[in-house]
Nanobody
């Protein structure tokens, strides 16, 4: 059974930084496509960033230049460094694992439980 556990969320002032972590267990993730999504209250879940097994990264336009996704295959983990945070970044952040390149949440097979990020203005 695959398990993904996110951590690192919290309350931060606008302009601040947070680093989210996602620890994976149950299988080897070196071959998988990993991503972060987020969901704000009353909104649909949206793509934030992704990284493939060759460390090729993709970002949503809204976070480009501020967020950085990375992975550590030896530790079965994926990270999201978030800088210059804005109030509109407030959401529950989820990590996900899939088998192919996609920004569509329906294409991801495994999900974490989410971690809350709140940015105060």
């Amino acid at each position: 059974q695959v398990q993904l556990v996110e951590s690192g969320g919290g309350l931060v002032q606008a302009g601040g930084s947070l680093r989210l972590s996602c620890a994976a267990s149950g299988r080897t993730f070196s071959r998988d496509f990993m991503a972060w999504f987020r969901q704000a209250p009353g909104k649909e879940r949206e793509f934030v960033a992704s990284i493939d097994r060759n460390d090729f990264t993709t970002y949503a336009d809204s976070v480009k230049g501020r967020f950085t996704i990375s992975r550590d295959n030896a530790e079965y983990a994926v990270y999201l460094q978030m800088n210059s945070l804005k109030s509109e970044d407030t959401a529950v952040y989820y990590c996900a694992v899939g088998s192919r390149y996609s920004s569509n949440s329906a294409d991801f097979d495994y999900w974490g439980q989410g971690t809350q990020v709140t940015v105060s203005s």
